[in-house]
């Protein structure tokens, strides 16, 4: 709406300075749910320097135009509210956004998602400490073969109590190493995922896999797209 009539030179001083006044609120507005609530945006440069050397190690053949920062809220299971922050492709980013907005109205709990940057890209720390995280330019553990979470296209969902299993020379190996309270998958828990809940149905409806399904090895916390 303008109060103003056009040629009027006070007035069109008046409202440069209004829409100056109005830019500068939007901007911080905008500013303000970036760092809050869900957002997706570009890397970040404060994001980029503490992945750099980490996460996004020496030689990462991902180009960083490729990744997202989101942040999303989630609750813990004694359902408090947290502000978690995840770095995927930008494939599916979208995906990661409505899912997590899913998850978050019907209070499913997750205990943390920091960058695994926070563990120096460690995945075994990140595991232990049951952070939910995506990105990480990494090889399959055991193997040479590049991880899909080295394209930020794979997510692990509350790692500790959904571990990954595998065999080794005829030795069940359960990552991380303090999961083995979490093997049986017959024990109920709060963040345990099975088929049919709530995670496994949204990540299937938005066409990811589950490394529950997987017939050599199970990766209960694993989820990815192709
Ligand atoms: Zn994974």
């Not at 404060?46 to 960083?64: D, K």
């Amino acid at each position: 709406m303008c109060l103003l009539l056009p040629g009027n030179r006070n007035g069109t001083e008046e409202m440069k300075g209004f829409w100056t006044l109005l830019m500068g609120c939007m901007l911080a507005f905008c500013d303000i749910s970036a760092q809050e609530g869900f957002s997706c945006q570009a890397l970040p440069d404060a994001v980029f320097i503490r992945m750099q050397g980490r996460s996004y190690a020496e030689g990462c053949t991902t180009p960083l135009e490729d990744l997202r920062y989101l942040t999303v809220l989630h609750y813990n299971k004694d359902r408090e509210e947290q502000q978690g922050e995840l770095v995927c492709h930008k494939d599916i980013a979208d995906d990661l956004l409505d899912i997590f907005r899913e998850l978050h109205k019907a209070m499913y709990p997750i205990e943390r998602m920091v960058l695994v940057d926070e563990y120096g890209a460690d995945d075994e720390a990140s595991m232990r400490d049951n952070n939910t995280s995506a990105f990480n330019f990494r090889r399959i553990s055991g193997t040479k073969a590049l991880s899909r979470h080295s394209w930020g296209m794979a997510i692990d969902i509350n790692p500790r109590y959904n571990p990954c299993i595998r065999r080794r020379k005829g030795k069940q190996v359960v990552s991380p190493d303090n999961a083995a309270g979490y093997t049986d998958r017959s024990k109920k828990h709060p963040y345990k995922i099975e088929r049919g809940d709530l995670c496994h149905r949204l990540f299937k409806a938005h066409g990811f896999t589950w490394g529950g399904d997987w017939k050599n090895s199970k990766d209960y916390q694993h989820f990815e797209k192709k």
